[in-house]
């Protein structure tokens, strides 16, 4: 019944150490993802001929449907469908697939290196909250920051991921006791 109790205090524990954070790492990479973002985005408006709002749905409807010609959907509402369609756009122009990379480098930045730096403490450290209860499955969960679905699938995610170091004479060890 009460298993997981024991769990609490070193999970309190755990909290209020934190995770240390190479800073100047994630510093580099923030910058290194703003300059992948910006050759990016000359990629794109010198495919498409022109600049536009790479945040707008509407725009980017506009350049891959009405200016190139490209087929896709619209959705319930009448507009340009601008998402999982991409992918399949790629495969007939260098647009989409351009586009693609652009938003996975924006979100990399935005999600990770940008949100995390302002939560480091004075220690290097950031702290999230680890919960046993939030998924039915057993394993932990973290907010505040989520510390857990960081990609582990792209080069700039495993970066990411580096930048969570240990202190000198320890490791970080992941584990998944289910397996």
């Known amino acids: ?90 495969e007939n122009h260098p647009l989409p697939a351009k586009i693609l990379e652009w938003r996975a480098a924006a979100k990399l930045k935005s999600t990770y290196t940008d949100a995390l730096l302002p939560l480091i403490d004075k220690n290097e450290r950031v702290h999230t909250t680890y919960s046993q209860t939030t998924v039915n499955t057993g394993r932990l969960s973290s907010v505040n920051p989520n510390l857990q679905n960081i990609p582990i699938r792209s080069e700039e995610g495993l970066k990411i991921r580096r930048c969570f170091v240990a202190r000198p004479g320890y490791k970080l060890v992941s584990a998944d006791y289910s397996q």
Do not use: C, W
Request: charged share 30%; no cysteine; glycine share 14%.
């Open 1 to 90: 019944e009460h298993y997981d109790r024991p769990l609490a205090a070193t999970l309190f524990e755990m909290e209020k150490n934190g995770v240390r954070i190479d800073v100047g790492g994630l510093k580099g990479l923030s910058g290194e993802l703003e300059i992948r973002q910006r050759a990016l985005e000359k990629e794109i408006f010198e495919l498409a001929g022109e600049e536009f709002n790479l945040g707008s749905p509407k725009q980017i409807g506009e350049i891959l449907y009405n200016k190139l010609g490209l087929k896709g959907k619209k959705n319930a509402s009448g507009a340009f469908q601008t998402g999982a369609v991409l992918e399949q756009m790629a």
